[in-house]
């Protein structure tokens, strides 16, 4: 299947997670892809993954820090001029950090709203001009089923993943008529790099829960079906770039100013 020939995306978090396995699932479809993160290791894992795929040069690769202004201004043109244009955006780039919300400092607060939040409206301005000039670009952001259902411990990651939803809604209202869809994907009981980190100061394994966490918080959080037959239910990152690559391309023509839930039925 080839929906994306000759199409040209810029995917944040591009270097890990589900940003990589957007990346690698869209050079498979034919895209011409460039991955953006702000750690270049993760960069030169994707970049050996796609050349042993035979991505064949369609991969660009950019250092970025998407909570930085000056950093997303320098960066995110860069790349629009390597691919000759944009069509798609990813969105993919985000950090999880869980702590009891009475502990939390309000640099931490700041940490994740930057990044998941903010760096989501940067990104998506910087890449405006270029998707609307094609007159029909696709932004796909990331929300999370922490912005509808209740996840302890993340309140900072609630409320970023929650104001991504809503600005989602506005820009595909705003720009509709000029051929604009946006449409966030909401992710639940994935694994991916963010999911499976060990944390510091008091956080601990899994998605960096506190070493204290009520456990019997987290029982309804388990997904119905087990497509990966994984420990806990946990699906690959690559259930979600499958739905994502549906999304962005024609398949996904109608579907705008909404989010689409991918959770294996934990909160049906």
Same mark, same amino acid.
């Given at each position: 299947?080839?929906?994306?020939?000759?199409?040209?995306?810029?995917?944040?978090?591009?270097?890990?997670?589900?940003?990589?396995?957007?990346?690698?699932?869209?050079?498979?479809?034919?895209?011409? +892809?460039?991955?953006?993160?702000? !750690? /270049?290791?993760?960069?030169?894992?994707?970049? !050996?993954? !796609?050349?042993r795929?035979? $991505?064949?040069?369609?991969?660009?690769?950019?250092?970025?820090?998407?909570?930085?202004?000056?950093?997303?201004?320098?960066?995110?043109?860069?790349?629009?001029?390597?691919?000759?244009?944009?069509?798609?955006? +990813?969105?993919?780039? =985000?950090?999880?950090?869980?702590?009891?919300?009475? /502990?939390? *400092?309000? %640099?931490?607060?700041? /940490? +994740?709203?930057?990044?998941?939040?903010?760096?989501?409206f #940067?990104?998506?301005?910087?890449?405006?001009?270029?998707? #609307? !000039?094609?007159?029909?670009?696709?932004? +796909?952001?990331?929300?999370? *089923?922490?912005?509808?259902?209740?996840?302890?411990?993340?309140?900072?990651?609630?409320?970023s993943?929650?104001g991504? &939803?809503?600005?989602?809604?506005?820009?595909?209202?705003?720009?509709?008529? /000029?051929?604009?869809?946006?449409?966030?994907?909401?992710?639940?009981?994935?694994?991916s790099?963010?999911?499976?980190a060990?944390?510091?100061?008091?956080?601990?394994?899994?998605?960096g #829960?506190?070493?204290?966490?009520?456990?019997?918080?987290?029982?309804?959080?388990?997904?119905?079906?087990?497509?990966?037959?994984? &420990?806990?239910?946990?699906?690959?990152?690559?259930?979600?770039?499958?739905?994502? $690559?549906?999304l962005?391309?024609d %398949?996904?023509?109608?579907?705008? =100013?909404?989010?689409?839930?991918v %959770?294996?039925?934990?909160?049906?």
């Amino acid at each position: 299947m080839q929906r994306f020939t000759d199409r040209k995306v810029l995917v944040t978090g591009g270097g890990s997670g589900i940003g990589q396995a957007t990346v690698l699932r869209l050079l498979a479809e034919g895209a011409t +892809v460039a991955a953006a993160d702000i !750690a /270049q290791p993760g960069l030169d894992d994707t970049a !050996a993954k !796609a050349d042993r795929a035979g $991505a064949e040069g369609r991969l660009v690769t950019i250092v970025v820090d998407i909570s930085d202004e000056e950093s997303v201004r320098a960066s995110v043109p860069a790349a629009i001029r390597d691919l000759g244009g944009l069509d798609v955006l +990813v969105n993919a780039a =985000g950090i999880l950090r869980s702590v009891h919300t009475a /502990q939390m *400092t309000l %640099d931490a607060w700041n /940490q +994740v709203i930057g990044v998941n939040l903010t760096g989501t409206f #940067l990104v998506t301005r910087e890449a405006l001009p270029a998707l #609307l !000039a094609t007159g029909g670009g696709v932004v +796909v952001n990331f929300s999370s *089923t922490s912005a509808s259902f209740a996840h302890p411990y993340m309140a900072a990651y609630a409320a970023s993943k929650g104001g991504v &939803q809503s600005f989602t809604h506005a820009i595909a209202a705003e720009y509709a008529k /000029q051929g604009l869809r946006a449409v966030c994907v909401a992710p639940g009981s994935i694994s991916s790099g963010m999911t499976d980190a060990s944390g510091k100061s008091g956080q601990s394994l899994g998605p960096g #829960l506190p070493a204290d966490a009520d456990m019997a918080l987290f029982a309804k959080l388990t997904p119905a079906i087990n497509p990966d037959n994984t &420990q806990f239910g946990f699906a690959g990152p690559e259930r979600i770039a499958g739905v994502i $690559a549906m999304l962005a391309s024609d %398949d996904g023509a109608f579907v705008t =100013g909404t989010e689409i839930r991918v %959770d294996g039925g934990t909160h049906m």
